[in-house]
């Protein structure tokens, strides 16, 4: 087990995991975060996507990552973003607000089994793309 330090949708964490765990098995098997899903297990259909951020130059960068292949490890001294971290005081994030009102979906294939369902991978990749950037603006 090794210990690393992080930030959850910006709560400081500190965590004991063994060093081949996933980001995927770390939230929903040791902090009971079950809104990252596991779909196809190899990083193909991105029902796992969460973004993580890292300091650069002053400035926060975020990148989005399957949480079902990327080692746990790599969370220390970052910032993770899962899609329990979207909202703010109670609100969807303009993204989500977006995707429901245009009553949007996304069409998963997880071996030869067609998923149609909100997926928060969409608004977890706009998250990440719209966290890059210094004053963001989003009218849903």
């Given at each position: 087990m090794?210990?690393?330090?992080?930030?959850?949708?910006?709560?400081?964490q500190?965590?004991?995991?063994?060093?081949?765990?996933?980001i995927?098995?770390?939230?929903?098997?040791?902090?009971?975060?079950?809104?990252?899903?596991?779909?196809?297990?190899?990083?193909?259909?991105?029902?796992?996507?969460?973004?993580?951020?890292?300091?650069?130059?002053?400035?926060?960068?975020?990148?989005?990552?399957?949480?079902?292949?990327?080692?746990?490890?790599?969370?220390?001294?970052?910032?993770?973003?899962t899609?329990?971290?979207?909202s703010?005081?109670?609100?969807?994030?303009?993204?989500?607000?977006?995707?429901?009102?245009?009553?949007?979906?996304?069409?998963?294939?997880?071996?030869?089994?067609?998923?149609?369902r909100?997926?928060?991978?969409?608004?977890?990749?706009?998250?990440?793309?719209?966290?890059?950037?210094?004053?963001?603006?989003?009218?849903?």
């Amino acid at each position: 087990m090794a210990t690393m330090t992080f930030l959850l949708n910006g709560t400081p964490q500190r965590c004991n995991v063994s060093p081949d765990a996933s980001i995927l098995t770390l939230l929903r098997e040791h902090l009971a975060l079950t809104g990252t899903k596991e779909g196809c297990a190899s990083g193909d259909c991105g029902a796992c996507t969460v973004a993580i951020g890292e300091s650069t130059a002053g400035s926060q960068k975020f990148t989005s990552a399957n949480a079902c292949i990327t080692p746990a490890h790599q969370l220390q001294g970052r910032h993770l973003v899962t899609i329990e971290g979207l909202s703010e005081k109670g609100h969807l994030h303009p993204a989500q607000e977006a995707m429901i009102e245009c009553h949007a979906v996304s069409v998963v294939f997880v071996r030869q089994v067609s998923l149609c369902r909100f997926s928060p991978c969409i608004a977890i990749l706009l998250n990440a793309l719209l966290r890059s950037y210094k004053n963001y603006h989003l009218n849903a």
